[in-house]
């Protein structure tokens, strides 16, 4: 799929099918992200991939906001290393091209950064100098995709030209 229909047609995704992602689409979705940029290519992340089933819903039930996760393929948990102030910005990265990697095979993914992050350091053995900055799920869509547009403002409420206020319209 070229890129830019990628990002235009991405969505998100909560409700998966049973249907397994190959393994060669996985090892595609972390390659992505190891091919990321970085801030001062420290390539400071860290990935924790979860395939089995009782640890997606020890993943759920460590979650305040990504309870669905139990129900995905698999899951990648983003950790990122705080002592670099863009530490998020390089999770932001990562995360977006993981997802894009994944939408190329019509593989969808939903992102939560709720989490107890004591349940978290303790069953997935996290470090203590590492940030966990989100998890996502990853799976074939339980729904059938329309291909509608999504919902988005026009450019022209959100872009400015040269100063804040000056509409691109004017």
Known sequence: MDAF????????IRE???????????????????STGTGLNTQHWRFII????????????????GNWVSRCNFAIIVLTNPKYHFHLIDAGRV???MQLAAW??????????GINKDSFRKNYDV???????AVIGFGYSARKLTGKRKDR???????YVEKYGISMKS
Not at 104 to 113: A, E, K, L, Q, R
Not at 127 to 133: G, H, K, Q, R, V
């Open 104 to 113: 190329n095979f019509n593989v969808g993914s939903g992102i939560f950064t």
């Open 95 to 97: 995360i977006q091209n």
């Open 127 to 133: 470090p203590d100098e590492l940030n966990i900055s």
């Open 50 to 65: 979860i395939e089995d089933k009782q640890n997606l819903e020890n993943l759920a039930k460590d979650s305040t906001s």
């Open 5 to 12: 229909d990628c990002i235009k047609t991405k969505l998100d």
């Open 153 to 159: 403002v026009p450019l022209d409420s959100l872009v």
């Open 16 to 34: 998966f099918s049973t249907q397994e992602v190959p393994a060669e689409i996985k090892l595609k979705v972390l390659e992505a992200a190891r």
